[in-house]
């Protein structure tokens, strides 16, 4: 419970932003005369109903589940305010770490803002509390009413045009609500036989989540892929999407997944990877339009789903590849945790990127391993196993054949 130094009306507002929910706020926790919130649950009146009835069945039997619904025009939200919120959630938690962006430019500033990207496995909170057994992580540092607060702060710290996220199972109750209030649209594709739903008091499936900022964008299409391995469709999931950026008219397509994991289903990610490459060369009609891809790949560099990445016609590059002393090495990790199984340090979330139409002007440096820590990842001071990936990228000036 957070101390009295919060007043009760800002848990009011807390809780009307979905901020805080039930189990953080009891009804002792205000004088009489502050009532107790009607929306006290962190769900908002519009989207209760919808993320209570989202369970196995709903995405294949309702496929406007697939996509955010049209809500009422809902009062904008100032990132600022809400960031002050989130901290006042989280001012019992040690101070979060400082990261840095290192500038990649090599050439003259774009004419235009840059399109920041930020590509994140948030980790869903059904499998962090439920299946995934981060033994050295507290359970106190797994409690949603903090965790997502954590989640917020590093998006509003970071403010991204476009962001991709994996293991997405409050994207109803939370994330589309607040993001929208925000500026941002987004577009949910949950995996068809979610692990979430093998866990107690789950919140639906997870699935893969990407939003943009309508001021800065407009859809042009967008397509939800269910991936194949083999002929056979799989669990697996993205949402690829064309965008139009207002500043300049250029288009470019983004393109969010989530591969299997575990170790003996390489060649599995590898066919999933083929198909999804597949689908993004007739979407980007064979390289015309610029592409981004972001995802957790669940494979390291070493693995095979990665080279056909790597060696594909769409001529795409590893960002992150860019903060390497020689340019041609992955950082040593992107997820660190420890399991029962030991310890689990990997490099498998990737920003892919056009090279020959698009710059990497700058790169969100990873933390290190004395900020991560002894316990390693999810913490109290950080929400997720996996690290987010944050970069800037500028179209270049004289693409050749590109719209």
Known sequence: MPSCDVCPLQFCVLIRRGILGPRLVSSSSFPAVYPACSMGNGTSRLYSALAKTLNSSAASQHPE????????????????ELLEECRAVLHTRPPRFQRDFVDLRTDCPSSHPPIRVMQWNILAQALGEGKDNFVQCPVEALKWEERKCLILEEILAYQPDILCLQEVDHYFDTFQPLLSRLGYQGTFFPKPWSPCLDVEHNNGPDGCALFFLQNRFKLVNSANIRLTAMTLKTNQVAIAQTLECKESSRQFCIAVTHLKARTGWERFRSAQ????????????????IPLIVCGDFNAEPTEEVYKHFASSSL?????????????????????????TSGECRHTLDYIWYSKHALSVRSALDLLTEEQIGPNRLPSFNYPSDHLSLVCDFSFNEEPDGLL
């Not at 589940?65 to 600022?80: A, C, G, R, W």
């Not at 001529?315 to 399991?339: F, H, M, V």
């Open 65 to 80: 589940y697939l996509v955010s619904p049209d809500p009422e025009q809902l009062e904008p939200i100032d990132p600022k």
């Open 273 to 288: 990877g083929c198909d999804l490459l597949q689908n993004l060369q007739n979407i980007t009609q064979g390289a015309k």
């Open 315 to 339: 001529n795409l590059n590893s960002a992150y590849k860019l903060l390497s002393a020689d340019g041609q090495s992955e950082p040593p990790y992107t997820t660190w945790k420890i399991r």
